[in-house]
């Protein structure tokens, strides 16, 4: 194996991928968290493969294996190509196997009876390797290693439902007589073993200090400019984070610049590469071909191609969501776009180090979008480059998560009391409620699942609900790709503009029932955007602590949600042209809030009058929403808010900011254990704004179903005072924050 690593260039390992190996040889599970580019792919597979070549000589032929879990397939199928290279010099000991949704049924078989080292993802596992684990057991009997990549992005409900199948493969490798070390790779985080203990359920050591030799990367924040239009209620409107990055994609391919695009949503990423594409044509015919869009919902050859061209250099320029930030490991990157932050500084870290990687001098562009967070960030650069990476938040005894999981070991292998440790404390409660509801039955000491259908289908552990909606072009019947039940009523309702691999389609008609858009080829001069409706009722308060006469309040609630309009807005511009009404169903969701109260004498106080109540609480809302990120590692559109100036649960003006997920994903929980930082740079974000009145850099929500009415924005940072005040001095880290 030495000679192996000697052959691939690389004569003395970094002290980090040292003590990893040393650690995963002694049969210590542990994770490894440097940074972007730091060689943790050798820092694991130095004892993988070293463990793999010594167990080919196993009498039995199939000798020792170890499973590589990955949170995309691209990163798998790309790790396929980096340990093949690595192992060729030790001939066939070594017989790597990429195990997805996109592998041949007739390579399935192979993989299960001769591969040993088996790159796959949670999703896979979930739902074929481990209902199937007969057909696996001689690969489960074996298995030394599980390998877990970029194991930060295993974080709310995800994170949440990959812990529990991890326990259930613990489960299923301890019945075939193998207890496999746990080797996680992430990008820097705090409190990574911590983290990765909750993720695993076993105890992992860390390893967090970076050995390796650092290339200097320019990093520049990047703030559009304001144009001369207006948008809802007036207020200013700037460039779009979208048509900045084009342009600046245009402008570094003419330059002949390897350049990424993150954009955060499918859509983005499309226009990005759209723009880009019809901006290089007026400049060299040649280049649009050289720039190409990439994200989820592609067909998988369409997926391979763009990796392969990325990879031999034929594409110059790429607009992509995180899909590739976890997914192609490209050297020669020269520069990364940012086209608005991505939610967390790790993942931050994490693009922004694919320029670079060859240990040259790199380029990373944060452009900012119109919105609290981005704007508050690019005017305190100190939030990005000095404070602490942030905790990956997740939750496993989630019961919406844990019940689904349990009906799934039971199908598996009949549950036992023994099993209760292994799936956490809920777990004696959610069995008695399975027994109820027919799912699962008592025979002695066990328990069995009734069902003739796979228990695994009970959930989809990515947090989506229902079948994903197959779009299909209407007067040709081609499939053209799928999106996630739970965001079809916001994507591809009927009107909708649906952008898929440079082209625009219009959504004719959305059918629910058949999980259907019908969709045709169109170029509308506009892109869409939903609008909903939003109640809430609490259902239970967990925990409560006083502020002044304000309460900060943590619990379970219910929320009716329903699209009820969409908005046309002009693509460069972000302008709106008009709003068309949907009829589409409301849905509920039982989730996990935290929410905060006042009252009169504190709104006298602050000078908010009535008729100001309802644009101070909104705003206050709007903006609270928009800044979450920066405290818990989540997404804006991972969490939604509601602002009523008379509760009927809580009698009181109130602000509920609440997880988009059942069960809740530990964000609002986070939310309540940092409130006090939290809300005070909420009211730091809207006081500095330079707008008068409002606008989408401090107060207003792309995603308001109230079209932005009411907002208020002096009243909400002098409510926003009054209600700190009261705030007790050590509110931060007061109990368990799920991380």
């Known amino acids: ?115 040993n080292y088996v790159l ?114 007036g207020a200013p409107v700037r460039r779009t984070a979208t048509a900045e990055t084009a342009g600046l994609l245009t402008d570094l391919a003419v330059q002949g610049v390897r350049t990424v695009a993150f954009v955060r949503s499918r859509r983005g990423a499309e226009l990005v590469a759209l723009i880009a594409q019809e901006r290089l044509a007026a400049v060299d015919r040649s280049l649009p071909s050289r720039i190409a869009a990439y994200r989820g919902g592609y067909l998988p050859e369409e997926r391979r191609a763009i990796e392969r061209a990325l990879h031999t250099g034929e594409l110059l320029g790429l607009s992509a969501t995180t899909a590739l930030e976890l997914g192609v490991d490209v050297a020669g990157l020269d520069a990364v776009l940012l086209a608005g932050y991505p939610g967390t500084r790790a993942s931050l870290w994490q693009q922004a180090g694919r320029a670079g990687r060859t240990g040259r001098g790199a380029l990373a562009v944060l452009v900012a979008r119109d919105d609290p967070l981005d704007t508050y960030l690019v005017h305190h650069p100190e939030a990005l480059f000095r404070q602490p990476v942030e905790s990956t938040v997740l939750d496993p005894d989630n019961p919406y998560v844990l019940a689904p999981h349990l009906c799934a070991a039971a199908e598996e292998l009949p549950l036992t009391e023994a099993d209760l440790a292994l799936f956490g404390p809920e777990t004696p409660g959610l069995l008695s409620q399975l027994e109820l509801r027919k799912l699962l039955r008592r025979r002695g000491a066990s328990w069995h699942w009734t069902r003739r259908e796979r228990a695994a289908e009970l959930t989809g552990i990515r947090g989506e609900g229902g079948r994903p909606v197959q779009v299909v072009e209407e007067g040709t019947g081609r499939l053209l790709g799928t999106v996630d039940a739970s965001a079809a009523h916001t994507t591809v309702h009927q009107g909708a503009v649906h952008l898929h691999q440079g082209r625009s389609y219009l959504v004719r008609r959305l059918d629910l029932e058949d999980s259907v858009a019908l969709v045709e080829e169109a170029d509308p001069p506009y892109s869409t955007t939903a609008r909903d409706t939003t109640t809430i009722s609490v259902l239970e308060t967990v925990e409560e602590v006083p502020w002044g006469e304000a309460r900060l309040c943590f619990g379970s609630v219910e929320v009716t949600n329903q699209v009820v309009s969409f908005l046309r807005r002009r693509i460069i511009t972000g302008e709106v042209l008009g709003e068309s009404r949907l009829d589409l169903p409301p849905r509920t969701l039982r989730t996990r809030a935290v929410w905060w109260t006042v009252t009169d004498d504190q709104l006298d106080d602050a000078h908010v009058a009535p008729e100001a109540l309802g ?59 940092t409130a006090a930082r939290w809300l005070t740079a909420t009211r730091e974000a809207i006081a500095a704004c330079e707008c008068e009145t409002g606008c989408p850099s401090c107060i207003q929500s792309p995603k308001c179903g109230n079209g932005n009415e009411p907002l208020d924005k002096r009243a909400a940072v002098r409510l926003l005072g009054r209600l700190l005040s009261g705030a007790p001095e050590e509110t931060e880290e007061t109990g368990p924050a799920g991380d």
């Open 1 to 115: 194996m030495t000679a192996a690593i000697r052959a691939a260039g690389i004569a003395r390992p970094w002290t980090h991928q040292a003590l990893t190996a040393e650690h995963a040889l002694r049969g210590e599970s542990v994770v490894v968290a440097t940074g972007t580019a730091s060689g943790k792919s050798l820092a694991y597979l130095a004892p993988v493969l070293s463990t793999l070549l010594d167990g080919s000589e196993a009498p039995n032929g199939r000798g020792t294996t170890a499973l590589y879990l990955a949170p995309t397939k691209a990163l798998a199928a790309d790790q396929r190509r980096s340990v093949r290279a690595l192992a060729a010099p030790l001939g066939k000991a070594v017989r790597p196997a990429v195990y997805d949704g996109d592998t041949p049924v007739e390579e399935r078989e192979w993989v299960r009876q001769y591969a």
């Open 120 to 233: 796959t993802n949670p999703d896979m596992l979930h739902r074929s390797v481990l209902p199937s684990h007969p057909r696996w057991a001689s690969f489960l009997r074996a298995l030394r290693y599980v390998v877990i990549d970029e194991c930060h992005t295993y974080r709310g409900v995800f994170g949440s439902h990959v812990a529990q199948v991890l326990r259930r493969l613990r489960r299923l490798c301890a019945r075939y007589g193998s207890e496999p070390v746990f080797l996680l790779a992430s990008a820097t985080a705090s409190e990574p073993a911590t983290a990765a203990s909750r993720l695993t359920g076993v105890p992992v050591a860390e390893i967090t200090d970076d050995g390796s030799p650092r290339g200097e990367t320019v990093f520049a924040l990047w703030e559009p400019p304001l144009t001369e239009l207006h948008g809802e209620r």
């Open 615 to 673: 644009g101070a609480l909104h705003a206050a809302e709007h903006a609270s929403i928009g800044m979450l990120p920066l405290f818990a590692s989540c997404d804006r559109w991972d969490i939604g808010g509601v602002s009523v100036p008379l509760h009927p649960d809580t009698l009181l003006p109130t602000v509920f900011v609440y997880d988009g997920h059942p069960g809740g994903a530990g964000f609002a929980e986070r939310a309540f254990r």
